[in-house]
T-cell receptor
């Protein structure tokens, strides 16, 4: 089956630093990847849609200058949280579209001190 | 706007059937999905149904869709302790492939 990986699986950083999270589709090519955010005991909220070779489309209320998305190839999308603050601490999950299905990565837990 | 709602919690005894319900608002949804999330993990796609279908069965899982009432359900037969997890329903928004998730239902299976 289709496998999506994320790296790192968890990261702790100091306030004010930037953190990059990678999302890879391992055995298929994904023209579209999605980035979600999940707070504890809550649902997933779509942050942005990442299309290979073009700018990401951000959902309302998501700061594009804070959450930088790059979809450089058909198998890799990156999310960079710039100047992270404690309120950015969350579980970040990516998904990659294959036809009509979306396959999710295992998630990255970000803790900002 | 789009909205997907689920009950928050369900407790069943091992061996019984579980039924998790979901309602959605967007009548243009093309696909409806059920995902399973175990603690600290990502989402696992369990099954999905096309919006012009009313039922889909896959081993222990049965999905029922009432498009008129915008109601979706997931039935798990012979529920096992390993089925304990959070179950999310999601609808895909036509042509954009964006998924709108429900709040999740925490299923607890008692021995």
């Amino acid at each position: 089956g289709a496998v999506v990986s994320q790296h790192p699986s968890w990261v702790i950083c100091k306030s004010g630093t930037s953190v990059k999270i990678e999302c890879r589709s391992l055995d298929f090519q994904a023209t579209t990847m999605f980035w979600y955010r999940q707070f504890p005991k809550q649902s997933l909220m779509l942050m942005a849609t990442s299309n290979e070779g073009s700018k990401a489309t951000y959902e309302q209320g998501v700061e594009k200058d804070k959450f930088l998305i790059n979809h450089a190839s058909l198998t890799l999308s990156t999310l960079t949280v710039t100047s992270a603050h404690p309120e950015d601490s969350s579980f970040y999950i990516c998904s990659a579209r294959a036809g009509d299905e979306q396959f999710f990565g295992p998630g990255t837990r970000l803790t900002v001190l | 706007g789009e909205d997907v709602e689920q009950s928050l919690f369900l407790s069943v005894r091992e061996g019984d059937s579980s039924v998790i319900n979901c309602t959605y608002t967007d009548s243009s949804s093309t696909y409806l999905y059920w995902y399973k999330q175990e603690p600290g993990a990502g989402l696992q796609l369990l099954t999905y149904i096309f919006s012009n279908m009313d039922m889909k069965q896959d081993q222990r899982l049965t999905v029922l869709l009432n498009k008129k009432d915008k109601h979706l359900s997931l039935r798990i037969a012979d529920t096992q302790t390993g089925d304990s997890a959070i179950y999310f329903c999601a609808e895909s928004i036509e042509s954009s492939y964006k998924l709108i998730f429900g709040s999740g239902t925490r299923l607890l299976v008692r021995p």
